[in-house]
Structures are given as structure tokens and as C-alpha cells.
């Protein structure tokens, strides 16, 4: 079950990106975040923070929480939540922590983090001059699956 979701999230972030970066449209005017949430709208629902600073993608299709983008500095930071190693045994811990230092040489895309209490999370900065909010928004897709393969590389 947990593999199908998965796969399908993966499938679904693929097929996103592959139409995100064929669509053009941008908005006149407005913060990145909200020029990125206008191109997503179609793919996702979301909620701003009370400052504007960052958003919350949630899937349109399942209403799941995932994928926030931060504005920082000049950048926007993706993150995204993958479980958390406190679930795990000791020794799976171990194994997992020893998988995440050598998937993190190996990623194509992003870096995983532990934060505080076991969390494991998906990183990748974007500079604003880089991709711009059409860039940004194609890189949602690319990020979301990327997260699902990790999220089974470690979690299984």
C-alpha cells in the first residue's frame, strides 16, 4: 500500500512537472511565492504564512501535506517532510542515518537533513535570479518525486 502511494506520487509529480514547464503563464506583479502559487494552482491547494515568507503545497488530488517553500534571502528553500527515524529500531536508525550520509553524495537534487526529534527532511535551495517563479514551480514536481524515492530508499 505504502509503495503504491508512493509510486503514484511520483507518477503524479512527473506528469506535473512535464506540464509545468510546458505552461508559460506568469503573473503581473506580486512576491515570488505568490507568483509560484499562481502557476500551481491547477496541481495544488495552499496556505501563506501570516507574513507572506512561505507556503504550504498541499495536493489537490489527496489534500496530503508535504512540499513548503520558503522565501529566504533572495532564494526560495524547499523542504519537504519524509518521516522520522524514531520509528525505527536502534539498529534501523543506524542503517538510516548511515544511508542518508551516502545518499546525500549521491542525490541528483536536494540534501537530506535530520532535524531536531529524528525528522528527516528533503532540502533544495533556488536562487530567485536562477530559475525565477516558472522555474521554481517546475521544480516542485522534480523535488516531490525525488522526496518519494528517498522517502522509500530510507523508510522502506
Do not use: C, W
Not at 518521516?83 to 542525490?107: D, H, P, R, W, Y
Not at 537534487?109 to 532535524?115: D, E, K
Not at 527532511?121 to 523535488?143: D, K, R
Request: charged share 10%; glycine share 12%.
Amino acid at each position: 500500500m505504502k509503495r503504491n502511494v508512493i509510486a503514484s506520487l511520483g507518477a503524479i509529480a512527473i506528469l506535473f512537472t512535464a506540464a509545468t514547464i510546458t505552461a508559460s503563464a506568469q503573473t503581473a506583479g506580486g512576491s515570488v511565492l505568490e507568483q509560484v502559487s499562481y502557476l500551481l494552482k491547477d496541481s495544488y491547494t495552499f496556505g501563506f504564512n501570516s507574513k507572506g515568507s512561505s507556503l504550504t503545497l498541499r495536493s489537490s488530488a489527496t489534500g496530503q501535506s508535504g512540499l513548503v517553500l520558503e522565501a529566504v534571502d533572495g532564494s526560495v528553500l524547499m523542504h519537504i517532510y519524509l518521516g522520522n527515524l524514531s520509528s525505527m529500531s536502534k539498529v534501523g536508525q543506524e542503517k538510516a542515518v548511515e544511508k542518508i550520509g551516502f545518499l546525500n553524495t549521491t542525490l541528483p537534487i536536494g540534501t537530506l537533513v535530520i532535524a531536531n526529534g529524528g525528522d528527516v527532511m528533503m532540502e533544495h535551495h533556488i536562487p530567485n535570479a536562477y530559475a525565477g517563479p516558472s522555474g521554481i514551480a517546475a521544480m516542485v514536481g522534480t523535488i516531490a518525486a525525488e522526496a518519494a524515492r528517498q522517502r522509500l530508499a530510507i523508510f522502506g
